[in-house]
Nanobody, 124 residues
């Protein structure tokens, strides 16, 4: 089955940048649409960004548009999230997710595999 492992989180100051990575294994990565979601304490897990299979089409939540960039390297089986101009409200656990078909969705119910999450904390 699909396995996902995120990395790259940490503690940063407002205005800083981070790049999250998610390594995919178990199936053919290029066949799967992928996404990033995030969950702040006491809140629902929310959509951040998605990318289609094999890549080239992306979509973002309004709150991160023009600051975050999702990308994928199918040769390395890796999904990325470049996060710039970070804000305290970006503080959350970030999860990567794999859909069971090439067309992505903002609905987390569409995703069949999830990573364990990586913590991002942005101080003001």
């Amino acid at each position: 089955q699909v396995q996902l492992v995120e990395s790259g989180g940490g503690l940063v100051q407002a205005g800083d940048s981070l790049r999250l990575s998610c390594i995919f294994s178990g199936r053919t990565f290029s066949n799967y649409a992928m996404a990033w979601f995030r969950q702040a304490p006491g809140k629902e897990r929310d959509f951040v960004a998605h990318i289609n299979s094999p890549g080239g089409r992306t979509n973002y939540a309004d709150s991160v548009k023009d600051r975050f960039t999702i990308s994928r390297d199918n040769a390395k089986n890796t999904l990325y999230l470049q996060m710039n101009s970070l804000k305290p409200e970006d503080t959350a656990v970030y999860y990567c997710a794999a859909a069971s078909w090439p067309i992505p969705s903002t609905n987390k119910a569409s995703y069949v595999a999830w990573g364990q999450g990586t913590q991002v904390t942005v101080s003001s």
